[in-house]
């Protein structure tokens, strides 16, 4: 059992912080997962432990990616090392592994909203419990903060806020005369002044008071803190985020205000770990690597990544057209639109964790004439759903929207799997929706996307390699013509019916089929929205239709369907096997999909045939 960090000593508490980073370094090496912002956050994370009981206050983590110092000091030590496998422990806090996890995060800047509520909670139940959220620097790019901090100086809950800075400072300390005023700020003197300052302004009359209020606001004006004192939240730091005494001190100071605070701590992503040391973005997310080398252990593979290929094809089609135009929310490296910012950063822009911004921004610039690429993680879009509805579908400008990581993408788990845009794009109007089946279509898209001037249009593709490009695949790739679909193969009875990645998995059911004796036909629906005019005369040809899509089944590509034929007045026989009514959970791509039956497609269509054969 581990001693109560609060009667720990600070060397004890240095060297547990020790301890930690070397098993996160160990674990993370093995299995992957959020290397530097982890590392970054362990002071904090020792601190916040060593000054409170996260039993009463509640430890609010945003994104979370950051707690995996929480998780092995909250009784997950032992199993830290199933960190992010299937059945194992989640990469992100989630209440249902532990009580002691306040609530479950993977998208960013929720923290300080959840810790406003639990706040306004403990107010209303007059219970003395103090909500500490843990904020990256990213995360206030977020409109979602502020709305938040609003709400926070205005009520004044007591609530503590630590803002950990790793990437770009509010304003940088100017040396020991910031570090000293630092100091001085997070103590009684000068907490204990402005308190006596405030209560000395309430008794004079106005007109003396102008020489006081300056004097009260020099003292902010030489801290960063100014933005947070302004909205009524008190600021301490900045403070250096690995210096255990400090935080401690800071955080006792914050604890006994009773009022919301926001602690400024400094920190350097990575620390522990020198290669990863620094605002290195390849060290955020890492698959397994070596830890004495840094390399990576995942095998290489031959076969260009969906993003790869959107990358190139862009820059290709950017080099010709200057009206397009490439945007994301803080994902540059992982959509692939770094290469094209590399290449022309007025074209090109991360506008940070702001996606409604992202969205909105995009329907002005197609009004006047660009054709602006979105590209967005499927997780993310969902971010901005009343700007895809309200800023772009209403007047249905030609903003493209590149959807990465569509469909299950593995060991984040639930809060990153990319299986609701087919839902909730479906229903908007005058949106065109489509999906290529393999690295080839997908640059066949991207070229009929950028010729599409009459509507917004989303296409979709997955993370890792498409199922197609791993099979045999001798299909001849078409342009894309709105609203058509491709019969890629004839078959008898029975018809596979695939939409974007789906079309691989349908392809790999159709050799299994063929090994048992039945030869089924293969289609890719390739538009969602438009469906083909002519499938249903294509559908009614046979007597069974499986549906393949990386999608759920409530509001899928199978609903489309039995919706399209039944306004026709037709019906057909159909099964769909995108995902059940239940949120997918973490764990490698392939654990996954073996325990939600894809390993057993073939089988279900097969003893479906025979059952029907022998009525």
């Known amino acids: 059992m581990m001693k109560n960090l609060r009667e720990c000593s600070l060397k004890e508490l240095e060297d547990l912080c020790a301890d930690i980073r070397t098993q996160i370094l160990e674990v993370v090496s093995q299995n992957g997962g959020h290397l530097s912002s982890a590392l970054g956050a362990v002071d904090i994370i020792v601190a916040m432990h060593a000054v409170f009981d996260c039993k009463q206050h509640p430890f609010i983590f945003d994104v979370s990616h950051q707690a995996y110092a929480h998780k092995i000091l909250t009784g997950r030590k032992d199993s830290f090392h199933t960190l992010r496998k299937y059945k194992g422990i989640s ?4 209440p249902k592994e532990s009580d002691l996890d306040y609530f479950i995060a993977g998208h960013s800047s929720t923290s300080i909203s959840l810790g406003v509520g ?32 609003n709400e926070l100086g205005e009520r004044k809950y007591p609530m503590i806020i630590i803002l950990n800075d790793n990437e770009m400072s509010i304003a940088k300390p100017i040396g020991a005369i910031s570090r000293h005023l630092s100091s001085l700020m997070s103590g009684s003197f000068y907490q204990g002044l402005r308190d006596n300052i405030k209560r000395f302004l309430s008794k004079m009359p106005q007109s003396a008071t102008y020489l006081a209020k300056r004097f009260e ?23 250096d985020g690995h210096d255990l005494n400090s935080l401690i001190n800071a955080l006792k100071a914050a604890k006994e205000l009773k009022l919301p605070v926001l602690i400024h701590a400094q920190t350097t992503k990575g ?23 840094g390399e990576s252990k995942k095998a290489s593979t031959q076969i260009p990544t969906p993003t790869q290929i959107y990358t190139q094809t862009l820059l290709r089609l950017a080099k010709e057209d200057s009206k397009i135009l490439g945007i ?7 959509t692939g639109l770094d290469k094209l910012m590399e290449y022309d950063d007025k074209r090109f822009f991360d506008v940070g964790i702001a996606e409604q911004h992202a969205i909105t921004s995009s329907a002005s610039l197609a009004k006047e004439g660009f054709k602006p690429y979105v590209s967005i993680y499927s997780t993310f879009l969902q971010r901005g759903y009343d700007q895809i509805i309200h800023d772009v579908g209403i007047l249905g400008v030609p903003v493209k929207f590149a959807i990465d990581r569509a469909g299950i993408v593995g060991e984040d788990g639930e809060t ?52 197609m490009d791993r099979l045999q695949n001798d299909y001849e790739c078409n342009d894309f013509v709105l609203g058509k679909c491709e019969l890629l193969k004839e078959g008898e009875e029975i018809l596979l019916i695939g939409y974007g990645n789906g079309v691989g998995r349908a392809e790999k059911v ?31 040809r046979y007597k069974r239709v499986y549906v393949f899509s990386d999608s759920y089944l409530l ?21 769909s096997f995108e995902l059940a009514d239940s949120f997918v959970p973490h764990g490698a791509v392939g654990d996954i999909e073996s325990a939600l039956g894809f390993d057993e497609f073939s089988k279900v269509i097969f003893d479906e045939i025979k059952s029907h054969q022998n009525l």
């Open 416 to 467: 990153h799997q990319g299986l609701f845009d087919i839902a909730f794009l479906r229903i908007v109007p005058n949106f065109i929706l489509f999906a290529p089946r393999d690295n080839a279509s997908l640059a066949k898209a991207i070229e009929f996307s950028s010729k599409l001037d009459s509507a917004p249009c989303a296409f979709r593709y997955p993370r890792g390699n498409f199922v």
């Open 271 to 293: 620390k522990g770990y020198a290669k990863a040391e620094g605002h290195f973005e390849k060290w955020h997310g890492v698959g397994p690597f070596d830890l004495l080398t």
């Open 118 to 149: 639990a706040a306004r909670a403990f107010s209303l139940n007059k219970q003395d419990q103090i909500p500490i959220a843990l904020i990256g620097d990213g995360s206030m790019s977020a409109g979602l903060v502020y709305e938040a901090l």
């Open 510 to 540: 159709r050799y299994e089929l063929l090994d048992l004796g039945v030869d089924a036909g293969l289609l890719d629906l390739r538009f969602l929205k438009p469906l083909d005019e002519g499938l249903a005369d294509i559908l009614v």
């Open 217 to 239: 606001e020099s003292f902010k004006l030489i801290t960063p803190g100014i933005l947070f004192e302004e909205l009524g939240i008190r600021y301490i730091g900045p403070i």
């Open 555 to 575: 509001g899928g590509v199978g609903s489309a369907i039995l919706e399209f034929m039944s306004l026709r007045g037709l019906s057909v026989r159909l099964k």
């Open 91 to 94: 990469g992100f806090t989630h």
């Open 328 to 334: 994301t929310a803080a994902m540059p490296s992982g």
